[in-house]
């Protein structure tokens, strides 16, 4: 396409400034968008007893050696060690929230917590309310807490944690 042809011939006339005729890539509506590969998750665990647990922490690979500490803890205490649980840090994971569907097709589970990693647009369950433990229609459970971090430094966090552990683990 010329100059001429690209209906653009006369703005020299108008700008004193160099132009310059920029393309939009074309998409059609049926070309499939490249999407991240969801099937090779990095995950820490065996997950033996189908816990899935989700994290948001930086400049680690899966959970800080504190935080770490903490988490075993909290599943010594429901008698679960990291053998038993999957986790997942989702900072290291090309995630969206619209993908979460996907990545939990990916990784058998029945109990899922969620320390810190916030569900605003989750497109799963409706445990949107902290510390409640809420289950799908196929009897999945699910847990939203504070980050493991938060949990560290608040005693009232923790006891709101602990009688949703109890519930979920031990009623």
Do not use: C
């Amino acid at each position: 396409m010329t100059e001429a042809d690209d209906g653009l011939h006369f703005l020299p006339f108008f700008l004193k400034e160099p132009i310059y005729s920029i393309k939009e890539p074309s998409f059609s509506p049926g070309q499939a968008e490249t999407k991240p590969d969801l099937s090779n998750i990095p995950v820490l665990g065996g997950n033996k007893k189908k816990v899935l647990i989700l994290v948001e922490e930086n400049h680690t690979a899966f959970i800080s050696q504190t935080n770490e500490q903490l988490l075993q803890n909290i599943l010594n205490a429901v008698a679960l060690s990291l053998e038993d649980v999957a986790l997942i840090n989702l900072k290291n994971v090309p995630f969206e929230p619209a993908m979460l569907p996907e990545i939990l097709k990916n990784i058998p589970f029945q109990i899922f917590i969620s320390f810190g990693a916030e569900p605003d647009a989750w497109p799963i369950s409706n445990f949107f309310v902290k510390y409640t433990v809420s289950s799908d229609d196929t009897r999945r459970k699910f847990l939203l807490a504070d980050s493991l971090n938060d949990l560290r430094q608040d005693p009232l966090k923790k006891k709101k944690l602990w009688q949703s552990l109890q519930e979920l683990f031990l009623g």
